[in-house]
C-alpha cells in the first residue's frame, strides 16, 4: 500500500480545454477501495479547491520504488478526520498503471546547469542539457571546457516544474564520457553520485511531467 503523506498529481479534464487542471494533496488515509487526502491545492494559483461528488480525476503518484504510478479516480464523498478530506475511489495497487522504472527514463530537454569545481569551489561554466534523467545528465560543453573522463564536479540543476516553481538541485557528478559530435558542441555523459531522494524523485517527476506533456500533444 502506499504510504501516508504520499504526494499526489490530479489532473481534472474539462471540455473545450487543450490542458487539463493540475492540482497537487497527499495522502491522509485509506482503506480497501477508497483513498482519503486533504483538499487539492491548484498548481497554478495555490488556492485550496473543492469538489462535488463524481468529479472524476486522473491521479499519479511516486511510489516507494521510484516508479511513477497513475489510475482513474473519482470523488465519493467529504469527511471530516483530524483535516476535512475528499474520499477518492482508488482500484487497488495491483490495478495501477506503472508510467516508469526507477531505473530511469531519461528525457531530452534543455535544463540550465552549472558546473563547479570540487576542490577550489569555483564555477568553471555554465551548460544545458540535452537529456537528463534520474541517474545522470547529458550536457552541451561550451568550446572552452577542460573536463576529462571519470573527472568529478559539482553541479546545480534548475528544474522549471509545471507548477511554476523553479527546483535547485546541487549534486556531485562523475564524467563518464565526452563526446566529440561532428558539427556540434562536445557532449559530456555525466552520472548522479550523491544525489538525495528527495532531489532524485524530483528529477523523476520533472521527467514524467515532460513525458505527460508530450503524450497530451501526440493526442491533439
Not at 81 to 101: A, E, K, Y
Not at 162 to 188: C, F, M, P, Q, T
Not at 190 to 211: S, V
Request: net charge positive; with cysteine; proline share 3%.
Amino acid at each position: 500500500m502506499m504510504k501516508i503523506g504520499t504526494t499526489m498529481t490530479l489532473e481534472l479534464y474539462k471540455q473545450n480545454q487543450k490542458k487539463p487542471e493540475k492540482y497537487t494533496c497527499s495522502l491522509q488515509d485509506q482503506s480497501k477501495g477508497f483513498i482519503y487526502i486533504d483538499y487539492p491545492i491548484k498548481t497554478t494559483t495555490r488556492k485550496t479547491s473543492f469538489f462535488f461528488e463524481g468529479t472524476q480525476f486522473q491521479v499519479s503518484f511516486i511510489g516507494q520504488d521510484g516508479s511513477v504510478y497513475w489510475f482513474e479516480s473519482e470523488v465519493v464523498a467529504r469527511k471530516k478526520l483530524q483535516i476535512p478530506v475528499l474520499v477518492l475511489t482508488f482500484p487497488g495497487m495491483n490495478q495501477l498503471v506503472r508510467i516508469q522504472r526507477r531505473k530511469y527514463v531519461r528525457v531530452e530537454t534543455s535544463i540550465d546547469v552549472s558546473v563547479r569545481d570540487l576542490q577550489r569551489n569555483h564555477v568553471l561554466f555554465t551548460a544545458v542539457t540535452q537529456d537528463i534523467s534520474g541517474g545522470g545528465a547529458a550536457l552541451h560543453l561550451p568550446p572552452t571546457h577542460h573536463l576529462i573522463e571519470n573527472q568529478e564536479v559539482q553541479l546545480t540543476i534548475v528544474l522549471p516544474m509545471n507548477s511554476g516553481d523553479y527546483v535547485y538541485i546541487d549534486v556531485k557528478g562523475s564524467i563518464i564520457r565526452v563526446l566529440n559530435k561532428e558539427g556540434s558542441r562536445e557532449l559530456a555523459s555525466i552520472e548522479f553520485m550523491d544525489l538525495t531522494d528527495k532531489h532524485r524523485q524530483m528529477i523523476i517527476k520533472y521527467c514524467f511531467e515532460q513525458q505527460m506533456e508530450r503524450r497530451q500533444r501526440e493526442l491533439m
